[in-house]
Nanobody, 124 residues
């Protein structure tokens, strides 16, 4: 299990940009596929994006393609979610998660470790 801590959330205006960060403990960060999920009040947790351990592959939910970008810096044990042109519909608690079994997992149940979440509120 890897320990994950998200940061970077807050209140932003529609059209602004922000970057979420997820710091991982240990020195095995590069062994995990890393994903971002989000959950709005009363909604199920949904997949946002994932990046493979090799950093060569990414996959995004259709709803965020072109607006959100996932990246990782293995030297810093950190995965990022760059949010460009966020919409009010992006308002949610964002979670990062780690998986060691699959290349590009998209289901929450496939992940092994989770952060505590960071809240993003996008105002109109």
């Amino acid at each position: 299990q890897v320990q994950l801590v998200e940061s970077g959330g807050g209140l932003v205006q529609a059209g602004d940009s922000l970057r979420l960060s997820c710091a991982a403990s240990g020195r095995t960060f590069s062994s995990y596929a890393m994903g971002w999920f989000r959950q709005a009040p009363g909604k199920e947790r949904e997949f946002v994006a994932v990046i493979s351990r090799s950093e060569s592959s990414t996959y995004y939910a259709d709803s965020v393609k072109g607006r959100l970008t996932i990246s990782r810096d293995n030297a810093k044990n950190t995965v990022y979610l760059q949010m460009n042109s966020p919409k009010p519909e992006d308002t949610a608690v964002y979670f990062c998660a780690a998986n060691w079994r699959f290349t590009l997992p998209t289901m929450a149940r496939e992940y092994d470790s989770w952060g505590q979440g960071t809240k993003v509120t996008v105002a109109s």
